[in-house]
């Protein structure tokens, strides 16, 4: 008996340590989406390194992308009393997580951050966007002089659970003389195009 009884407090041990890390992870990635905005391009290369690609929108925007990427940690095969593989598999496919790769969007206006996004397989087994802090770490562990500061207490306005909102950016970041021009027009016709000149 005695046996058993240690097999399911170490498989316990496992599962909680690995949900803990997730949630951990989670909250330092949104907190990152709020620290980073306002941030140069200097400072931001100079703890998130130089981004994997770039897209210049206008004169004064772009749009920087970071990849980053965990191996999933390996699990024992089930054997035993305990089926830990057949779990954790059952966890996954109910709840999600066990990510491995993360993007990072980030919008840069007059050569500051002013939004950060991720994307990709990116949720870790509780939490969302936990694998984006591999990406952010740097930033977090030294922080730049132009990162602002956030009370990350655990009432702040971070989440483990979901991002921050979207703070509201300048025109010249989010519309191009074309968008200006055109607007969306919803109605029940499904004739007419959605998007129509301003009138």
Known sequence: MRPVFTRMVVALT???????????????????????????SYDLQ????IPASTKKLNDTTEIWQYDGSKALPTMPSDSGFIPVQSAISIYQS????GGTACRMLVRMDHDRVSEVHYTGNDDEYIGTDGIC??????C??????????????????????HPPRTPAQSGTATYSDQSGKYVPKFTNDDTQ?????VK
């Open 14 to 40: 496992a599962t909680a340590a690995l949900s803990g890390c997730g949630y951990f992870d989670s909250r330092s990635a949104h907190k990152a989406q709020y620290e980073m905005v306002g941030m140069t």
């Open 46 to 49: 100079a703890c998130a390194g």
């Open 94 to 97: 109910a709840f999600g997580g």
């Open 133 to 138: 802090s591999i990406i952010t770490r740097g």
């Open 140 to 161: 977090a562990r030294q922080r730049e002089s132009t990162m602002r500061r956030v009370n990350g207490g655990p009432f702040g306005p971070v989440s483990g659970f």
């Open 193 to 197: 195009p959605v998007i129509q000149p």
